[in-house]
Structure formats: structure tokens, C-alpha cells
């Protein structure tokens, strides 16, 4: 029996064997079509090889996306240039697909800098948000000024599964309903939250719970990266018409470690890890593009091969960049430092 | 699951007395009564400004308050606000401690340490020490509901919360965990329409509390809490399913703030008409009073004998407390850690009453 993934009453667009599912016309031109591809697999290619950077000790730690391609890059796609994504610390494909500047987003990696070296405000990318849950209440707030600023653009926040048990999920999601606010809340289920398994998370699926706040909650096959662009253009355009957030549950599945600190062998069966290998969304949207005709083999081999060139780069920047200066360890923590640090730091670089 | 109950002591049919016997009914009667008369004195003492502290009136939800309190077993426990004294007196507490407590004396819940609100008696009518910081004490409820189910005891903790509170992270947090564990535990807001100043259309999005439990898995009932037979049906419902190993239920109560937010606040804020109507149509009170005597289980003079006896016990309380000592500032720092034995000790009474 052909395995169609954990829950059938999400939307879907394309099947794991990659046959269409009804309506494929999502809205997108070939050119977009090929470009998602174009993106999932460089940001598997360097997602790969940020693991093996961390393990030859080029990178401090690293948390591995790999297996949510789909749901970041098709995402990230539906978004305009003025929107504005927050994300937590797993969103690196979401980031190259917004364009953000990868060696600078691996500085956080590298332990060169906090939080991403690139400009947020011109990136429409905030800062790496590590603690759980709270990029969704900066979200909230980012959205509720573009609204008083009738700027009409929206907020996109991601975040896991195990984040909306927090505290800062609900009273973000809260005040969004209440204040309208122009924000999509986007949960990529990936059924861990590093050893928590989503049974004891939530005893709900976790899209019932936007009927809580007052706004439509939608399950969507996160392996599908054109359900996943569907179903977030909608809500963003819903968001820019006024009628305020959406929260989209992308069902997916990490199929590496939480980060590289983490073995996940200890809490998960292989079995598992394999069933998802086969649920793969890089594949998948492969098979399909290629049934359609739409691209041909040799498009998938520039592809990868434009990926590996393109990774190469990276590498050899990523790995050639030194520590930063030393003064900036305190150069940004106050607008006008106090005179009692400015006279220890003095004291210190004059030993 | 959100029920919207009908009135059911004028249901052809149904049991209006909802299984209880005279001397219970006769007993919620004078637990009004009490709640309200001690709200009322406790009010008019600040004014004179011979009350110290602060006030939190609980007026107008008094049919909240007793009848979900009433649903508990002694064993049971209780963790309120500081505006549900009413649901600390229905499980218990001595009105002669509560008032020393307010007037900062020995004799009080805290021997004289507390502002004078944040009354409880965890160790003995198990109702947990009001914490200001709402709703603090819904994860700590969790908490005791999750030592029950571990320890096999068929016990329940209650918490109580404003409708403000349902915006907090802890009160998602806490309901999250009771459902997905299935712990006896039953979730009460007092949805009495004011969060301080902020109504419930700028708190939540969604028509009413109860259907958020939905979104947690759990049932939710919306009950009108003019109708105190109403709540503790209700109540006692959720009570004896959480006791049966069946979960957590959310329980919505919706009543009107008569007062400002303590008893510094006019509340200017709620319309005019919308109080008059609830103080004229919807008074758990008077309505209770008007349902026993109507239903032959007490006559006007009994009324007016339970009217009697709660004011008597209120000047009872009122002296008991005057004449209870101040704590003696040496002991200050005793009873911070449990191995002192301070809190097992009988605690000085040296300290006059000034």
C-alpha cells in the first residue's frame, strides 16, 4: 500500500509519488514553478554541509532543516518584498529563499556574531530568535504597527510544534485576533520537540487551536511545497485584506537531530526516520515537475550542480571568516554606554 | 462542548434543587448571604478608612464563587484570586481569622505577614495563599492535580481566574498540560466582563471563554452565574469527572464586577444601565432568597433570621480581630523556610494591638 503520509484531512496539491492531487494551478509560472526546485535543493546541499562544518569544528552548533524544505521554501515563496518574516533558529532554507545573505546568516553559526550578521530591516529577515515562542510575539507586534501604519504588508512567524504549548504563543496568537492584526502564524510540525513527541504536546491537533483565538487554523502537508505556497498565499493575502491572522500547521518531520548537540537515536525509532526519508519533499516535487514536463533531467542536474558551486563558495567564505573584534563585545549593549563599563572595558584593553 | 443553561429552577421537570436536601439549600442561603454582607461591611470599614490595605470586592459574583467552592470535598482544593474570598469562605476558611487577617493580626491566615488580602489555609481547608500575579495560580493547581493522579488519590484542584487572566501564557500553559495528561483538575473564570477597564471584546476575539476549551481538548461549559444552583450543578459535574479519572473541563461563569477593581477604582468605565440591570435583574443573592421562599423551603422570617446571624458573626469577627494581637517584629524572619518550625509553633502574642 503506497504510504500518503500521517493525516488525510490536510490539504495536499501533489501526492508523495509526485501525481497531482486535483488542482495544481496554484498560481505560479513555470519560471516560479522551477525556481522552487531550483531553491529546495541548494538549501539541502548546504544544510548538508553545515552538518559536516559543525563536525570538522567550523561551526559551533548547527540545527539541521533537512526533510522542511518544502515547508520553508514554499512559505517563504507567497511572501511580497515588504513582508516581513521572523523566524526561530531552524529557518535557514526559509532565509535563502528570502535572498538573506548566507555567510552572514552562518556568522551566528560560526560564533562571529549574535543573531545573524545580516540587516533584518533590509533583509525583511529578523534576527535568529533561539528562546521558544518569542519571535511570534515580536511578530505580533511588527504586524500590529504595519497595520497602524496602513502600510499593508504582513508578518510571517515560524516556529515548532513544541512552541505553541508556550505561554508567548498564546498571548501573541490572543492579541493578534483581538487588534486584527496582518500576521500568519506558521507552525512547522515536525512531530519533535527536540525529545518531546507531539502525544505530548498537544491532545489536539495543533490547527483546532486557532478556533480558540477566533481564527481559521489549516493543516497542510508540509512535504508539498506547492500546498504549502497555496495555502500560505491565501492566509498573507487575507492578512493584507484586513481580516486579520491565520495559522497554518505544515505537517513535516525533521529527519536529523535537534541540533548537532542532540543524538535523536535515543529517542526515536530508525523505522520512523525512514518512513519520512520516503515522504522526502525534494523527491516528491522532483517527480512531479518532472511528470508535467516542466523540467527535464538536465534541469535537475544544473540544478545540483549550481548548488555544489554555489556551496563551495560558501564554504570557503564561511570558513575564512575570524573572530570579530574584541570591543564588540560590548560595542552594542547600551545606545550610551555607562561611564563604569566604559572604564572597565578601558582598564582591560590598556592591561 | 459549550451548554448555555436555561433556567432550570422554572424548567417543568427538571430537579430544581439539583439533588441537594433543604438543609444544603438552606446552607448556600446563608453562604450568599455571609459573602455578601462581609463584602459590603468590609467596603463601607475601607472608606471610613478603618480598614487598612486593599479590597478586591467580589459583589454581584457571589453565585460563582459559592456555588463552584460548594462542589468540593474537603480534600479537595482550592486555588482563587484575590476577589473569590466568597469561594475561600464556602470551602471553609473562619471569618474570624479572615478579618484578623485584614487587620494584619496573629490570628490571621498568615499570623499579620500580608497585606491583608492574600488569605489561604493550604494545610488545613486546602485553599492555596492568593498570589497577585494572575494567573499564577492555575499552573500551580496543575501541579497538584498532576501529584494527585501520580499518587493515585481521588482528589481535585480548582482554579480560579478572571476573564483578563485567559490572556496570560500560563493559563494556556497550565490547560495544555491538565489535557494533555487528563488531570483532575477543573479550570473556573470569572468572566465578570471587566479586566480591570479592559472589556472582554479587547481581551479575546472569540464569543465566549467555554469554546476555547475545544481548543485544548477538554469540555467547556458557559454557565449564568445569577443561578448559584446552576454553577455548582456544574461544577459538581466537572468535579466528579476530574475525581473519575476523566479529565480537566473549563468552566466559564459569567456575572458582573458590581465594584471597581479594588477599592480604589469608580469603575466609571461600565456603563450605567449595564450594572443597574444586573444589580436589579441578576443578583445571585436576592434571586437565591426569592427561589427558596418561592419553593416553600424557608419563609421570609427565616430569611431574616439568617440575615441576623451573618451580621452577628461579622461584629463577632470585627472584634475577634481588633482584639488579636499584632505580630512581634522579632519574629519577622522566622517561618521563611519550613525547618524552623514556625508555622507548626504556636506563635507569640506579644505584639499588643495598638
Redesign the interface.
Known amino acids: 500500500m503506497r504510504d500518503t503520509g500521517p493525516s488525510d484531512d490536510m490539504v495536499r496539491h501533489v501526492a508523495p509519488d509526485g501525481t497531482a492531487v486535483g488542482d495544481v494551478d496554484v498560481g505560479l509560472d513555470e519560471g516560479d514553478l522551477r525556481e522552487l526546485l531550483r531553491l529546495m535543493v541548494r538549501a539541502r546541499r548546504l544544510d548538508r554541509e553545515c552538518m559536516a562544518l559543525q563536525r570538522q569544528g567550523e561551526l559551533t552548533v548547527y540545527p539541521p532543516f533537512e526533510g522542511q524544505e518544502a515547508a520553508q521554501v514554499g512559505s517563504a515563496f507567497a511572501l511580497g518584498p515588504s513582508d516581513f518574516v521572523f523566524p526561530s533558529f531552524r529557518e535557514l532554507a526559509a532565509a535563502i529563499a528570502r535572498g538573506v545573505d548566507v555567510v552572514e546568516y552562518l556568522q551566528y553559526h560560526r560564533g562571529t556574531w549574535h543573531g545573524g550578521a545580516y540587516d533584518p530591516i533590509a533583509a525583511r529577515f529578523a534576527p535568529i530568535c533561539v528562546p521558544v515562542a518569542t519571535q511570534i510575539v515580536h511578530a505580533v507586534g511588527w504586524a500590529l504597527g504595519a497595520k497602524l501604519d496602513g502600510i499593508g504588508a504582513c508578518a510571517l512567524a515560524y516556529f515548532g510544534d513544541g512552541a505553541t504549548?508556550?505561554?508567548?504563543?498564546?498571548?501573541a496568537a490572543?492579541?493578534a485576533?483581538?487588534f486584527?492584526v496582518p500576521v500568519v502564524l506558521f507552525c512547522q510540525n515536525n512531530g519533535w520537540a527536540i525529545s518531546v513527541p507531539l502525544?505530548?504536546?498537544?491532545?489536539?491537533p495543533i490547527a483546532?487551536?486557532?478556533?480558540?483565538?477566533?481564527?481559521p487554523g489549516v493543516r497542510v502537508d508540509g512535504n508539498d511545497v506547492l500546498a504549502v505556497y497555496a495555502v500560505t498565499r491565501a492566509a498573507v493575502e487575507r492578512a493584507r485584506a484586513g481580516e486579520g491572522p491565520t495559522l497554518i500547521e505544515a505537517i513535516t518531520y525533521r529527519i536529523g537531530p535537534h541540533t548537532t548537540a542532540d543524538d535523536a537515536t535515543r529517542y526515536r525509532a530508525p523505522e520512523e526516520v525512514e518512513r519520512w526519508r520516503r515522504l522526502d519533499p525534494i523527491e516528491r516535487y522532483r517527480r512531479f515537475l518532472l511528470g508535467a514536463g516542466i523540467v527535464g533531467e538536465e534541469f535537475v542536474a544544473a540544478c545540483e550542480a549550481e548548488a555544489e558551486a554555489w556551496v563551495a563558495e560558501v564554504r570557503t567564505a564561511v570558513t575564512a571568516l575570524g573572530p570579530p573584534p574584541e570591543d564588540e563585545m560590548v560595542a552594542f549593549a547600551f545606545a550610551e554606554p555607562p561611564t563604569t563599563l566604559t572604564r572597565e572595558w578601558r582598564e582591560r584593553t590598556d592591561a | 462542548m459549550v451548554t448555555s443553561t436555561p433556567e432550570r429552577a422554572r424548567t417543568p421537570g427538571a430537579d430544581w434543587r439539583v439533588g441537594l436536601s433543604d438543609d444544603q439549600l438552606k446552607e448556600l442561603l446563608y453562604l450568599l448571604k455571609l459573602c455578601r454582607y462581609f463584602d459590603e461591611r468590609m467596603e463601607a470599614l475601607y472608606r471610613q478608612g478603618r480598614l487598612p490595605g486593599a479590597i478586591y470586592s467580589g459583589r454581584g459574583q457571589e453565585g460563582t464563587h459559592v456555588g463552584v467552592a460548594y462542589a468540593l470535598r474537603p480534600e479537595d482544593s482550592l486555588f482563587p484570586t484575590h476577589r473569590d474570598l466568597s469561594a475561600q469562605l464556602t470551602k471553609g476558611l473562619d471569618l474570624k481569622r479572615v478579618m484578623a487577617q485584614y487587620w494584619g493580626r496573629i490570628d490571621g491566615y498568615t499570623r499579620g505577614r500580608d497585606g491583608n488580602s492574600h488569605v489561604g489555609d493550604w494545610f488545613g481547608h486546602r485553599t492555596w495563599t492568593v498570589m497577585s500575579h494572575l494567573p499564577i495560580a492555575y499552573p500551580v493547581a496543575c501541579g497538584a492535580a498532576l501529584a494527585y493522579k501520580r499518587r493515585g488519590e481521588a482528589r481535585v484542584a480548582m482554579g480560579i481566574c478572571g476573564d483578563g487572566a485567559t490572556?496570560?501564557?500560563?493559563?494556556?500553559?497550565a490547560l495544555?498540560?491538565s489535557?494533555?495528561h487528563q488531570l483532575p483538575v477543573v479550570w473556573v473564570v470569572n468572566n465578570n466582563q471587566y479586566a480591570y477597564s479592559t472589556p472582554n471584546?479587547?481581551?479575546?476575539?472569540?464569543?465566549t471563554i467555554a469554546?476555547?476549551a475545544?481548543?485544548?481538548?477538554?469540555p467547556g461549559v458557559r454557565v449564568d452565574a445569577q443561578d448559584v444552583l446552576e454553577v455548582y450543578r456544574v461544577a459538581r459535574e466537572a468535579v466528579e469527572r476530574a475525581r473519575e479519572g476523566g479529565g480537566p473541563t473549563l468552566i466559564e461563569c459569567v456575572s458582573l464586577r458590581w465594584r471597581g477593581h479594588a477599592g480604589h477604582d469608580p469603575a466609571k468605565y461600565v456603563p450605567k444601565e449595564l450594572l443597574e440591570r444586573y444589580m436589579r435583574e441578576k443578583d445571585p443573592v436576592a434571586r437565591f432568597a426569592s427561589l427558596l421562599i418561592e419553593r416553600g423551603v424557608v419563609d421570609e422570617e427565616e430569611v431574616k433570621r439568617v440575615q441576623e446571624r451573618v451580621e452577628n458573626e461579622f461584629d463577632e469577627g470585627y472584634r475577634f480581630a481588633q482584639a488579636s494581637p499584632f505580630p512581634v517584629p522579632e519574629d519577622v524572619t522566622k517561618g521563611l523556610f519550613t525547618d524552623d518550625g514556625y508555622w507548626a509553633s504556636e506563635p507569640s502574642r506579644e505584639g499588643g494591638t495598638g
Open positions: 504549548s508556550e505561554g508567548d504563543f498564546h498571548e490572543n492579541m485576533a483581538v486584527r502525544s505530548e504536546q498537544t491532545a489536539v483546532r487551536r486557532a478556533g480558540g483565538y477566533g481564527f | 490572556s496570560n501564557g500560563r493559563w494556556h500553559e495544555n498540560v489535557a494533555i471584546p479587547l481581551e479575546f476575539r472569540v464569543p469554546e476555547r475545544a481548543a485544548y481538548g477538554m
